[in-house]
């Protein structure tokens, strides 16, 4: 494995882990604004669409925009979910231990 990645892998977890709940806000407020966003730019493009009033090209620039930003809602999402389970194996002293290794 890349030493440089498995560093970066470390901290962050161990970020995640020290201020866990302050982290799963932030992931939380990510997935509400994308979300949010997503409907607010495809809400734009039924509106502009039905109005006859867009072009192709900004047509597929937000349908694009809504379907990247939908993505990263479920991305979120998924993330919350799956963190219970991912949390139980993770070994805190564990990773500390690597991290003072690999910065050293």
Do not use: C
Request: glycine share 8%; proline share 1%; no cysteine.
């Amino acid at each position: 494995m890349n030493e440089r990645f498995e560093l970066y892998m470390l901290r962050q977890l161990s970020k995640l882990l020290s201020a866990e709940q302050q982290q799963l806000r932030l992931i939380q407020t990510l997935r509400l604004l994308s979300n949010v966003a997503s409907l607010l730019s495809l809400g734009v493009l039924a509106f502009l669409a039905t109005r006859g009033t867009i072009g192709a090209l900004a047509g597929v620039v937000l349908g694009t925009a809504s379907g990247t930003l939908a993505g990263l809602g479920f991305y979120f999402s998924s993330a919350l979910k799956q963190w219970p389970v991912l949390k139980q194996h993770l070994n805190q002293d564990s990773i500390l231990r690597r991290l003072k290794e690999l910065e050293t």
